[in-house]
């Protein structure tokens, strides 16, 4: 089944700079990879996604690229504010009828933004 | 449109309990899925749904039992609940099985098995 490697697991970052979350996967069928952000006692929420046919998308100070080649993934955060401070999540998960469709979520990585 | 309902937000259970823990969506999501969160372990699947009469196992699936017998709801049950499965559980839907759609999770139910 797929493999999907978060790091690092914990990163501190003063407010105003920028943080890079980066995910490997294992399954070269995968081809949808989406970011969840968590805050504190609360539930995961999608905040970016990313398809195979696409190599960077942006929204905002928020940012993924894609390696298909390499099998990873980033989520790139810029100009970090306070409220940015949460647990992040990558995922990953197979084309339409290529077998499993389940995502499969990396370990996650605690982003704590300095003020 | 209330999105993900999940029932109890809390639960404490003594060994050897059993429980159902409630799941449901108003959005006709096709998929439904059941993951357990557990410290430096990230979200890992325990059973999932692709609609209605149609169920699988994820990762996890052992101490646990679902069923879908409507789109709306997929309930979790713990058959025999041990202190292994104190956990924080959710359940999350998508639009479509297996078309890259994003999840939407419930606000999850913290059990504790003592």
């Known amino acids: 089944g797929e493999n999907v490697e978060q790091h690092p697991s914990t990163l501190s970052v003063q407010e105003g700079d920028s943080a890079v979350i980066k995910c490997t996967y294992s399954d070269s069928a995968s081809n949808y990879f989406p970011w969840y952000k968590q805050e504190l006692g609360k539930r995961p929420q999608l905040i970016i996604d990313i398809r195979s046919n696409v190599g960077e998308k942006k929204d905002q100070r928020i940012a993924v690229t894609l390696n298909k080649t390499a099998k990873h993934f980033s989520l790139h955060i810029t100009e970090t504010q306070p409220e940015d401070s949460a647990v992040y999540f990558c995922?990953?998960?197979?084309?339409?009828?290529?077998?499993?469709?389940?995502?499969?979520f990396g370990k996650g990585t605690k982003l704590s933004v300095i003020p | 449109n209330a999105g993900v309902t999940q029932t109890p937000k809390f639960q404490v259970l003594k060994t050897g309990q059993s429980m159902t823990l409630q799941c449901a969506q108003d959005m006709n999501h096709e998929y439904m899925s059941w993951y357990r969160q557990d410290p430096g372990m990230g979200l890992r699947l325990i059973h999932y749904s692709v609609g209605a009469g149609i169920t699988d196992q994820g990762e996890v699936p052992n101490g646990y039992n679902v069923s879908r017998s409507t789109t709306e709801d997929f309930p979790l049950r713990l058959l025999s609940a041990a202190p292994s499965q104190t956990s924080v559980y959710f359940c999350?839907?998508?639009?479509?099985?297996?078309?890259?759609?994003?999840?939407?999770f419930g606000s999850g139910t913290r059990l504790t098995v003592v």
């Open positions: 999350a839907s998508s639009l479509k099985a297996g078309e890259g759609y994003g999840y939407t």
């Open positions: 995922a990953a998960s197979r084309a339409p009828g290529a077998g499993s469709y389940q995502l499969t």
